[in-house]
């Protein structure tokens, strides 16, 4: 079954291996602050990719990954660390889906590319845990330069 993103699943449930599309997903994780704490009242995890851009923690889905969420799964532990292993991320976080399609048409080696972005909410604990096992991650050093949220400049934090 074909959507109008170019995805398809089979009976599993497969979303991952469209031939002609790649897919890449991303996550936003938040945890609310202290009361009284300064608005957004929000700490939001980000990070600072390898081009100096900050960024959502994700990446590309590799084909034969049994699912869009087990790719973003390997991505976070590879991004993150042991921390994320906790993450339990499902089609309920799924909160959009936006296809690029191929420059050339899609011929060949020339792939769409359809980003998936999911969001979820933590206590903000964990995310704190998230953020300070950022150098333990395999990535770190590499592809991330760094992981921030700001969680740990909450009140009662310092
Ligand atoms: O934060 C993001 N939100 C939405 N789309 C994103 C974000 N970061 C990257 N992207 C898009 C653009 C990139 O070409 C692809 C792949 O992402 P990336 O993180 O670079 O993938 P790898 O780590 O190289 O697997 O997604």
Request: with cysteine; charged share 20%; net charge neutral.
């Amino acid at each position: 079954r074909r959507s109008a993103l170019g995805l398809h699943r089979n009976a599993a449930g497969n979303r991952a291996g469209e031939p002609g599309w790649r897919h890449a997903c991303h996550v936003l994780l938040y945890a609310p602050l202290p009361a009284g704490s300064p608005p957004p009242g929000y700490a939001v995890l980000m990070q600072l990719r390898f081009d100096g851009r900050f960024g959502f923690p994700g990446g590309l889905v590799e084909p034969g990954e049994e699912s869009l969420e087990a790719g973003l799964h390997r991505e976070l532990l590879e991004e993150l660390g042991p921390a994320a292993a906790e993450l339990r991320l499902g089609p309920g976080h799924h909160c959009g889906a936006r296809a690029w399609p191929a420059a050339g048409g899609g011929s060949g080696s020339d792939v769409g590319l359809v980003t998936h972005f999911y969001i979820r909410r933590l206590p903000l604990e964990q995310l704190v845990a998230i953020e300070r096992g950022g150098p333990r991650s395999p990535e770190h050093g590499l592809e991330v330069g760094r992981v921030v949220s700001g969680g740990q400049q909450a009140p009662g934090e310092l």
